[in-house]
């Protein structure tokens, strides 16, 4: 609430620092570091039943490869997955066996760390995990965040990449991302050669114009939102090189020939519950698609709430990746 006031306040001082402030917010978020929970995990990846085997790609972007030990050992949250796939009537192959590869894309401030715990539940049911730094994110070194625009060929990349240095067969594959890395992924899974058999997309946006709107009015008012927007837009197009309305992930569904699964939060106060649900409608009705209400879950919990969202993600992976 401080932090609200705080920037209403600077934007009725000074519309267009608050404007300035906003799209270097966006185009340049602010890294995170390793933090606590990241370190215990890379001390002892044994203990959570994942190999972890780093690389960088000849681009620049640093990855990290996780893979079930080939003697099945599993940690708690791979254990409670498994329980939870075969509770829905899953047949599970042998821990430890892979059948398929996943690339997890992070979101906004977010870094390939972060998609540790998320590997060692997909790990357990079967996959072998590619996590990627996004630029202007992690140890990337670029320096510019562009919402999927100039991203869309890392993932394909970091999975041929990993395959070539590490020996394993590319296909088959699938992508997921979360917030801005489901925008990524979304214009990844939308190319011609997409590799992707399936993809989940997990609370992201249909457009980016619509977010910052949201959150301008959410922390300025209707009124004085709409001037922070006007302001912040060609801002961000100086700093990114790119128009905030080319993050525009609903006109690029109808080009996506993978099945589907998205999720959101019902009670999602950065990108709300009616972004993903325009993405999910808008999709053809031809594909296989599949929609899933995450109760109670706002932007940054929707992966820890009690809904058992990884078994839903893992189930899908399953069917149409590892099937």
């Not at 039943?49 to 996780?66: E, I, Q, S, W």
């Not at 999602?268 to 519950?273: F, K, L, Y």
Request: hydrophobic share 40%.
């Amino acid at each position: 609430m401080k932090r609200r006031v705080l920037l209403a306040s600077a934007f009725g001082l000074s519309p267009l620092a608050a404007g300035w402030w906003a799209a270097g917010q966006l185009a340049h978020p602010p890294r995170r570091g390793l933090q606590d929970y990241h370190r215990e995990f890379l001390a002892d990846p044994a203990a959570h039943g994942v190999v972890l085997k780093p690389f960088t790609c000849d681009d620049g972007t640093p990855c990290v490869l996780v893979e079930p030990p080939p003697l099945g050992q599993l940690g708690s949250r791979g254990q409670r997955v498994r329980e939870q796939l075969t509770g829905k009537g899953l047949t599970l192959r042998p821990a430890g066996e892979i059948i398929g590869n996943l690339v997890l894309v992070h979101g906004r401030r977010g870094r390939k760390e972060d998609y540790l715990l998320i590997a060692e539940r997909f790990c357990a049911a079967g996959f072998r995990c590619i996590l990627p730094d996004l630029p202007a994110h992690g140890d990337h070194p670029g320096r510019i965040a562009c919402y999927g625009v100039k991203e869309a060929r890392i993932p394909p990349t970091v999975l041929q990449e990993a395959a070539s240095q590490f020996h394993f067969a590319p296909g088959p594959a699938g992508i997921m991302g979360i917030s801005m890395g489901g925008a990524v992924s979304i214009r990844s899974a939308a190319e011609n050669d997409a590799p992707w058999r399936a993809a989940v997309f997990v609370s992201t946006f249909d457009r980016l114009e619509n977010v910052v709107r949201h959150q301008s009015e959410r922390i300025a008012g209707r009124w004085a939102g709409k001037a922070w927007q006007t302001i912040t837009a060609p801002l961000f197009q100086w700093e990114a090189g790119m128009r905030l309305q080319e993050a525009d992930s609903i006109a690029l569904v109808p080009k996506l020939r993978c099945p589907v699964m998205i999720a959101h939060g019902t009670a999602d106060r950065v990108i709300p519950w009616e972004c993903g649900r325009r993405l999910y409608e808008a999709i053809p009705e031809t594909l296989e698609k599949n929609w899933i209400e995450i109760p109670g879950a706002d932007h940054d919990n929707v992966l820890t709430t009690d809904f058992p969202i990884y078994a839903e993600m893992a189930a899908w992976f399953l069917e149409h990746v590892g099937g």
